[in-house]
């Protein structure tokens, strides 16, 4: 049973199958679905399974059920973490697709050559990260941000 809730930026997810409570930093879905073998959650197979997602806010297990080969893609999607909507809406890349939005987007030419209001506006609406954080990886790997040109 997971009590916490501490908020943390750099946690993007945090298995919450049984209350188990593993944390995923810059996680995509290949890792969490590697993770998630370990809790029997398989990508094949017709056997109705009933999903043992425990909301961390309220403690109920959500108990929905499901062909385990649904299972993934319901625990992944947008009812529980979330990892299959983090698709690029700039360039809309397959490659972006499931992995974590904020590391494309350090090399997205479309995010780039965004002004920086609108960078931000997009930041906070797919990534937990402070918008700090684009701007520090940014520095650190030579690229000016979009406010300090001319
Ligand atoms: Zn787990
Ligand atoms: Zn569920
Ligand atoms: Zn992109």
Not at 70 to 75: E, N, P
Not at 100 to 124: A, G, M, P, T, V
Request: glycine share 6%; net charge negative; with cysteine.
């Amino acid at each position: 049973m997971i009590t916490e809730s501490i908020v943390d930026p750099d946690v993007d997810v945090i298995c919450c199958w049984g209350g188990c409570g593993e944390r995923f930093v810059d996680a995509d879905k290949v890792t969490y679905q590697k993770h998630l073998l370990l809790h029997g959650v398989r990508t094949f197979g017709q056997t109705i399974t009933i999903c043992k997602w425990i909301d961390p806010e309220n403690g109920e297990e959500c108990g929905k059920p499901l062909q385990m080969q649904s299972m993934l893609k319901h625990v992944c999607g947008r009812t529980h973490v979330n990892l299959l909507s983090k698709m690029c809406p700039l360039c809309k890349r397959d490659q972006a697709r499931g992995s974590n939005i904020h590391r494309h987007w350090l090399s997205c030419i479309f995010f780039i050559e965004l002004d920086e209001e609108e960078q931000k506006r997009l930041w906070s609406e797919y990534s937990k990260k402070p918008f700090d954080w684009y701007l520090e990886q940014q520095e650190t790997r030579g690229v000016i941000p979009s406010s300090s040109r001319t």
